[in-house]
Nanobody, 126 residues
C-alpha cells in the first residue's frame, strides 16, 4: 500500500524558513517522481516542485524558483522541501504526491500524479 505522509508545516513570519518532509512507503522509490503541491484557501491546487529520485532531476514552479529547494534521501525514502524567504502568498496546505518517473521534462512534471498524501499547513504571517 502506497503511503505518503507530509510533515513540517507551521506558522512562520515573512522572510522565514521551513522544511517540509514527505515520508514514503509501499512502492519502489527509484521508479517514481515525488512532487510537492499546495492549495491556498479559495484557490486551485498548484504544483510547486518535483524530484526524480533515480537521478535527482528537479523541477520548480516559477513562483518558488530560487527560494525553495527539493531534495531526497533515497535510503530513507524521504523527500524534503526547504522553503526560504517565505511570504504570505506561500500560505497553503502542502501535499506530496507520486507519479511514474518518465516524461517529466518541460511541463510533464505538473500532472499525472497517482497517489497523494495528507497535507501539512504552512502559514506565513506578514
Amino acid at each position: 500500500e502506497v503511503q505518503l505522509q507530509a510533515s513540517g508545516g507551521g506558522l512562520v513570519q515573512a522572510g522565514g524558513s521551513l522544511r517540509l518532509s514527505c515520508a514514503a512507503s509501499g512502492f519502489t522509490f527509484d521508479d517514481y517522481a515525488i512532487g510537492w503541491f499546495r492549495q491556498a484557501p479559495g484557490k486551485e491546487r498548484e504544483a510547486v516542485s518535483c524530484i526524480k529520485s533515480s537521478d535527482g532531476s528537479t523541477y520548480y514552479a516559477d513562483s518558488v524558483k530560487g527560494r525553495f529547494t527539493i531534495s531526497s534521501d533515497n535510503a530513507k525514502k524521504q523527500v524534503y522541501l526547504q522553503m526560504n524567504s517565505l511570504n504570505p502568498e506561500d500560505t497553503a496546505v502542502y501535499y506530496c504526491a507520486i507519479r511514474w518517473a518518465d516524461s517529466l521534462y518541460g511541463s510533464g512534471w505538473l500532472t499525472g500524479y497517482d497517489y497523494w498524501g495528507q497535507g501539512t499547513l504552512v502559514t506565513v504571517s506578514s
